[in-house]
């Protein structure tokens, strides 16, 4: 399929710069046609000039958007290029750029792709407020879909043309809204959303965050999110 698509990686990159020239190494040793793009969120450090440094073509935000004003701004840069295929990776090393080329083969039945963690390949898990948050969204959003969606707050993702452009016009930059909003969006428009097993590693550098009280903010957080996505117009 992607012989004759151009396909561009966008990696959405805050204070990234321990991590993001790794990342880039290994999306072009994997993957050496198909272009990198890194959209720096506002970063303090020096994320940009690193990633210049790998290889990769760089924008630059003002400040910080968060990762949906990133990646919107990735999504422009793709409809503005005319790339074919769009495929999401975070800068943290946590996406494996080896499970990229299942994602965009899976384009050809399909307009939306997710890499599942839950799917049955790897070992990532999720427990109380979290995973029950989790399986809400997935439950919901696999009824709507009429397919099986274990993943639905997965950022790791493939879409084509018609999505780069919906995207580019309309991506929600509030928390979550660049995962569940934009699959409830690309169902209700009638576009083809199915997953892709994928393998979660660990960051690279850097200690996510988790709490007890965090779980419980998430879990919140993600309820009034799917309401949203539900109700939007």
Same mark, same amino acid.
């Given at each position: 399929m992607t012989s004759d698509k151009r396909v561009l990686v966008i990696i959405p990159a805050y204070n990234e710069g321990e991590t993001i020239g790794k990342v880039i190494a290994e999306v072009r040793a994997e993957l050496p046609a198909y272009d990198v793009l890194v959209v720096d969120d506002g970063?303090? !450090? !020096?994320?940009?000039?690193?990633a210049r440094a790998a290889g990769a073509t760089v924008t630059v935000l003002p400040y910080n958007l968060g990762v949906g004003g990133a990646r919107r701004l990735g999504y422009l840069y793709a409809l503005r290029h005319?790339?074919?295929?769009?495929?999401?990776?975070?800068?943290?090393?946590?996406h494996d750029p080896r499970?990229?080329?299942?994602?965009?083969?899976?384009?050809d039945e399909a307009d939306l792709v997710i890499g599942a963690r839950f799917a049955g390949e790897g070992s990532y898990s999720a427990r109380g407020p979290r995973w029950w948050a989790m399986s809400l969204l997935s439950f919901v959003l696999s009824k709507m879909a009429g397919t099986?969606?274990? !993943?639905?707050t997965s950022g790791f993702r493939a879409c084509g043309r018609p999505l780069i452009?919906?995207?580019?016009r309309w991506l929600p930059v509030e928390y979550l809204g660049d995962t569940i909003d934009t699959a409830v969006w690309a169902i209700r428009h009638g576009y083809t959303v199915r997953q892709v097993p994928v393998a979660m +590693?660990? +960051?690279m550098a850097g200690t996510p965050s988790a709490s007890p009280v965090k779980a419980a903010v998430y879990l919140f957080r993600s309820m009034i999110t799917l309401l949203l996505a539900l109700v939007r117009k």
């Open positions: 970063s303090t !450090d !020096d994320t940009a000039e690193v005319q790339y074919d295929i769009a495929v999401q990776v975070d800068a943290d090393g946590q499970n990229v080329s299942a994602l965009v083969a899976a384009l099986k969606l274990t !993943d639905t452009a919906g995207y580019a +590693r660990a +960051r």
